[in-house]
């Protein structure tokens, strides 16, 4: 739907970041993917465990493959491909639970600075709330939203069903896999200051 695939003015750029920043989250606003990949790449410190998480802007904008591929830093992800999920799925867990850095995205971003994310099995949920040392989202500005409903509506209406056909391709699954959001973790505001980045993006970007 245009309705979700549309920038918003410059003015609702800067009343989202300046409320994030109010609920302790660092902001950065930026012009485009490069700038954004830049910026991403730039709070990371070299040979530090990363985790990229499941993201179609992650992925888009290069940054997936210069953080999981360059061999500056120890990738979660190519840890977790080496190893067996049968034989040390718990070991798994607990890797993919507090790395150093989570990279990752949301799907919604409330004018009031609240972000929202869903996930099918909540594997990324946990290094977000708590479990790793600093967390950068990439969020395309076309995400933001006046409230919580209208994210809710933009994750129902919108995300869920491209991310329902990208998952069924890429896995595998049936055609009545996720018409419905799995797990959903709102973040209301950050109180380690620093901890969690967000950097808007001024260019659309994945769902």
Not at 49 to 70: H, K, N, P
Not at 94 to 115: F, N, R, Y
Request: proline share 4%.
């Amino acid at each position: 739907m245009s309705e979700w695939n549309t920038l918003p003015a410059k003015e609702i750029v800067e009343k989202t970041a300046d409320s994030l920043r109010e609920n302790g989250f660092e902001v950065f606003v930026v012009s485009g993917a490069k700038e954004a990949k830049e910026t991403a790449l730039g709070l990371i410190p070299e040979k530090s465990e990363v985790f990229v998480m499941t993201s179609v802007t992650v992925e888009s904008i290069g940054l997936a493959e210069a953080i999981d591929r360059s061999g500056l830093y120890e990738s979660v992800r190519g840890k977790l491909g080496a190893m067996d999920g049968k034989t040390q799925g718990r070991k798994m867990r607990k890797l993919g639970a507090s790395p150093d850095v989570a990279i990752g995205s949301v799907h919604a971003v409330t004018q009031s600075g609240k972000l929202l994310v869903a996930s099918l099995t909540g594997s990324q949920l946990s290094a977000y709330t708590y479990g790793a040392g600093t967390v950068v989202f990439v969020v395309s500005t076309k995400k933001i939203v006046p409230g919580l409903d209208e994210a809710w509506d933009r994750l129902v209406q919108h995300v869920v069903p491209q991310e329902s056909v990208r998952a069924r391709t890429a896995y595998g699954l049936p055609e009545s896999f996720a018409t419905y959001p799995s797990k959903v973790l709102i973040l209301n505001k950050e109180v380690q200051p620093g901890r969690v980045k967000v950097i808007l993006m001024n260019e659309d970007a994945g769902f």
